[in-house]
Nanobody, 125 residues
Framework: EVQLQASGGGSVQAGGSLRLSCSGSGFDFDDYAIGWFRQVPGKDREGVACISSENPTIVWYGDSVKERFAASRDNAENTMYLQMNSLKPEDTAVYYC?????????????????WGQGTLVTVSS
């Protein structure tokens, strides 16, 4: 079964940085584009980044995080990363890693799969 586990969230002051990690299992990690979306309770999910399965220079970013966030991946370790710099209070959300497309869409392997717990990022003024 496809599993993706997010970690690395925490609390940081505005202008600070965090690096999130996403570990995959149950599938051929290097065959899929992997990315991040975020969600505030009561609001729709917002795409953050999606990185190509084979060419890590091909990355989709949401407009609100361009030039501040950078995605990377280590296929040998089945891990994908999101380096977040110049964090703003509006970046506060639960961040989830997910299968994705380079057009900025996010999906689970099956409709019955959940997004998991995600990892909370809190940015203070």
């Amino acid at each position: 079964e496809v599993q993706l586990q997010a970690s690395g969230g925490g609390s940081v002051q505005a202008g600070g940085s965090l690096r999130l990690s996403c570990s995959g299992s149950g599938f051929d990690f290097d065959d899929y584009a992997i990315g991040w979306f975020r969600q505030v309770p009561g609001k729709d999910r917002e795409g953050v980044a999606c990185i190509s399965s084979e060419n890590p220079t091909i990355v989709w970013y949401g407009d609100s995080v361009k030039e501040r966030f950078a995605a990377s991946r280590d296929n040998a370790e089945n891990t994908m990363y999101l380096q977040m710099n110049s964090l703003k209070p509006e970046d506060t959300a639960v961040y989830y890693c997910s299968l994705c497309t380079l057009g900025g869409e996010f999906y689970t392997a099956r409709d019955s799969d959940s997004w998991g717990q995600g990892t909370l990022v809190t940015v203070s003024s």
